[in-house]
């Protein structure tokens, strides 16, 4: 049984009543082992599996607890716990009674959101901010609906976005056109899909006698209104208040904070017992993190008691002696690569590390900056994925055809536009099979009666314009090469398009379908427009080298995606967590470069967290756009606390490129590494004037 191996606090907690339960489990605690435990105990106590939900804050975690409980119970039981995260979850119920929903991310989206937003006009008026741009303007509205659940969004954008109140009816107007479209084409993010799961559960009894909640402390108001809406007779949470750190994400550190307020009867569990790092790590993030108000009391207590290696601070004259000198010490190291991880708060000390690296040819994986799914080669083979699964998902269409030379946004829409014209509906039909009888698909523009002959010059057709290309007769018969604007280029990309999606059809496994568009002419076309593009120079010469070794790097990440589709046997879920779980998937090997985000939750022998200069880490510029000092103090004990045996600090005090000279991190003053001087004194000063105006 899995509560055998728990300790006195663990088996407290993994045996607690039923009823409303918060465990605060510090870093290196064993949460993961009370939350199995506990499943263990509900089975075993007659719960039944499919009574159970674990959400989680990534599906791997889900994947992770499911492994462990089942080396304990058979596999058909284990099958029956709904885990995953709140995402995952609410996209499993909604399908059921939807089958139509069609998930997009939000790069994706926030495409569509700039196309209804650059149609408006913001004029700034004296004395008025000046309008959001399109992209930040997404962001916001995904930040409030997430913490905003009972007031309308221009009423939000008066209330809390200080000096927009003049636009804010604008704004709202382009979020309603927005949500009108997503709707239209059956459109959904992720927020769209918890909002979605808390009406269906305000209807319905979900049936959950127990639901467990993991990383509780980075919970936003969204997701917190959907767990009181499935309204569990029983509630598990596991958190820890001092490593809340996705306040930019919407997470409300008060949902924690506040728990034993909201449920009066709630038992409060505490795990002291740290498993992970030695004691001088321990009291090195213990006396950082005691800065910041205690709302549950804690004691670390060491487990780990022979020799440890003391935290060392590292002081380098200049930044990228900094860098080559980590690197340096990297390669010198005794630990193996995958056991050590750079640690950043910002993507500019990661660029740094990651050159400095790779230079030693020391093999690096990142995470945390752009995903391997970001990569716009991956991106076009799971948008031709798309297609085939919904055939009517003009976005996937739309960038896919981005790719086409002549061809950008809007033709790319006129000409899906009119493979639905001809398909009745249908653009695989209105591309195999289109009605002839439709003679020219495309919108007429208006001309005058002068211009008429312009229109007789469209009906001739395509044979005059792309007869000597080598076209199927068929596919050169298609009122759909009548469009005006349509290149040669152009019309021999969308002459691929159709030979691939023939080729595909039928296809069954998702492996034999990512080899088929891989080498394909379309996908040979995408890898060309993209390596040249990369290659080009500045004075618009192309770097054959570059182009050569940028095409190498393209089909490198082809077989990437090729390898994560083998295990797949279904095209529908291997596309689902591709775009679910893909923040979940790393790349490479060797050295771990990690933001603090993307290193929560995992732990390493070795660990150097960089760039500890004042303005950098704490990151002044982000608290004064509404971030705290409490919280930059959260994620530096985050940051620590991912080491087990070694830890350095390092900072740099010039940065000669850029003429600017540092002064060491407020955290590296309280935790006792540097002597406290006048600089400290200035920072105290800066911090206090932080608060003030928060």
């Known amino acids: 049984m899995p509560l055998s191996k728990l300790n006195q606090e663990q088996l407290s907690a993994a045996t607690a009543k039923r009823g409303q339960n918060l465990i605060i489990a510090s870093a290196g605690t064993g949460k993961t082992s009370t939350i199995v435990g506990r499943i263990g105990f509900l089975l075993n106590s007659g719960v039944k599996p499919e009574e159970i939900l674990l959400l989680t804050f990534t599906n791997k975690a889900a994947a992770e607890m499911l492994e462990r409980i089942g080396q304990y119970f058979p596999s058909a039981i284990v099958g029956k716990i709904d885990a995953g995260t709140f995402h995952a979850v609410s996209y499993r119920w909604l399908k059921k009674s939807d089958a139509r929903l069609v998930l997009k991310q939000p790069r994706e989206l926030?495409?569509?959101?700039?196309?209804?937003?650059?149609?408006?006009?913001?004029?700034?008026?004296?004395?008025?901010?000046?309008?959001?741009?399109?992209?930040?303007?997404?962001?916001?509205?995904?930040?409030?609906?997430?913490?905003?659940?009972?007031?309308?969004?221009?009423?939000?954008?008066?209330?809390?976005?200080?000096?927009?109140?003049?636009y804010a009816h604008i704004y709202a107007d382009v979020v309603d056109e927005f949500e009108a479209l997503k709707t239209q084409y059956g459109f959904m993010n992720f927020n769209d899909l918890l909002l979605k799961m808390r009406q269906y559960a305000l209807k319905t009894d979900v049936g959950y006698k127990e639901i467990l909640v993991d990383e509780y402390q980075d919970t936003n108001i969204l997701q917190g209104s959907l767990i009181d809406a499935m309204n569990p007779p029983s509630l598990f949470c596991v958190g820890d208040y001092d490593q809340s750190i996705y306040a930019f994400n919407g997470a409300d550190i008060n949902i924690i904070g506040s728990f034993n307020k909201k449920y009066t009867e709630a038992k409060v569990h505490t795990l002291n017992k740290n498993y992970r790092s030695t004691s001088p790590i321990l009291s090195l993030a213990s006396r950082i993190i005691a800065y910041n108000e205690r709302i549950y009391p804690k004691n670390l207590e060491v487990t780990r008691t022979k020799y440890s290696h003391v935290p060392k601070l590292l002081?380098?004259?200049?930044?990228?002696?900094?860098?080559?000198?980590?690197?340096?010490?990297?390669?010198?190291?005794?630990?193996?690569?995958?056991?050590?991880?750079?640690?950043?708060?910002?993507?500019?000390?990661?660029?740094?590390?990651?050159?400095?690296?790779?230079?030693?040819?020391?093999?690096?994986?990142?995470?945390?900056?752009?995903?391997?799914?970001?990569?716009?080669?991956?991106?076009?083979?799971?948008?031709?994925?798309?297609?085939?699964?919904?055939?009517?998902?003009?976005?996937?269409?739309?960038?896919?055809?981005?790719?086409a030379k002549g061809v950008g946004s809007s033709i790319a829409k006129e000409i899906y536009i009119a493979l639905k014209t001809l398909g009745h509906g249908s653009i695989l039909h209105g591309l195999y099979s289109p009605d002839l009888t439709i003679n020219n698909p495309f919108e007429k523009r208006k001309v005058s009666h002068q211009l008429g002959l312009f229109d007789d010059f469209l009906e001739l057709g395509s044979r005059g314009r792309f007869a000597m290309l080598g076209f199927e007769k068929k596919f050169l018969d298609s009122p759909l090469l009548k469009h005006p604007k349509l290149t040669k280029d152009a019309a021999i990309y969308l002459h691929d398009f159709y030979l691939l999606f023939r080729n595909l059809k039928g296809m069954k496994k998702p492996n034999t379908v990512v080899k088929k568009i891989v080498t394909s002419d379309l996908y040979s076309k995408i890898v060309d427009y993209l390596s040249t593009k990369r290659a080009t120079q500045k004075d618009m010469k192309i770097d054959e080298k570059q182009k050569s070794e940028s095409?190498?790097?393209?089909?490198?990440?082809?077989?990437?995606?090729?390898?994560?589709?083998?295990?797949?046997?279904?095209?529908?879920?291997?596309?689902?967590?591709?775009?679910?779980?893909?923040?979940?998937?790393?790349?490479?090997?060797?050295?771990?470069?990690?933001?603090?985000?993307?290193?929560?939750?995992?732990?390493?022998?070795?660990?150097?967290?960089?760039?500890?200069?004042?303005?950098?880490?704490?990151?002044?510029?982000?608290?004064?756009?509404?971030?705290?000092?409490?919280?930059?103090?959260?994620?530096?004990?985050?940051?620590?606390?991912?080491?087990?045996?070694?830890?350095y600090l390092s900072y740099a005090r010039n940065d000669k490129i850029k003429s600017l000279s540092f002064v060491p991190s407020q955290f590296l003053y309280e935790a006792g590494m540097v002597d406290e001087d006048e600089a400290y004194k200035s920072l105290l000063k800066k911090s206090e004037k932080s608060e003030e105006g928060e």
């Open 315 to 403: 002081i380098y004259d200049e930044l990228f002696e900094q860098y080559h000198s980590l690197a340096q010490m990297i390669k010198n190291s005794s630990t193996d690569y995958e056991n050590i991880a750079v640690i950043f708060r910002n993507n500019s000390s990661a660029d740094g590390i990651e050159a400095t690296l790779r230079e030693l040819e020391i093999p690096c994986r990142r995470k945390g900056g752009t995903s391997f799914f970001d990569a716009k080669e991956i991106k076009a083979i799971l948008d031709i994925y798309t297609i085939i699964i919904n055939e009517n998902d003009m976005m996937a269409f739309i960038h896919l055809f981005e790719f």
């Open 110 to 166: 926030k495409t569509l959101f700039r196309s209804v937003y650059e149609k408006r006009s913001f004029h700034q008026i004296d004395g008025e901010s000046e309008a959001y741009g399109g992209n930040y303007l997404y962001d916001i509205y995904s930040f409030y609906q997430n913490t905003q659940l009972d007031m309308y969004f221009e009423d939000w954008i008066k209330k809390e976005q200080g000096g927009h109140e003049v």
């Open 551 to 647: 095409k190498e790097r393209i089909l490198r990440k082809a077989q990437i995606l090729d390898e994560l589709s083998k295990p797949y046997s279904d095209h529908e879920r291997f596309l689902n967590a591709m775009i679910l779980g893909s923040q979940d998937l790393t790349q490479g090997e060797g050295v771990h470069l990690l933001s603090i985000h993307a290193s929560k939750g995992l732990e390493y022998e070795e660990v150097y967290v960089i760039d500890l200069m004042d303005g950098r880490f704490p990151n002044r510029k982000l608290m004064s756009r509404g971030g705290s000092l409490d919280e930059e103090r959260r994620l530096f004990y985050v940051a620590v606390t991912r080491a087990r045996d070694i830890l």
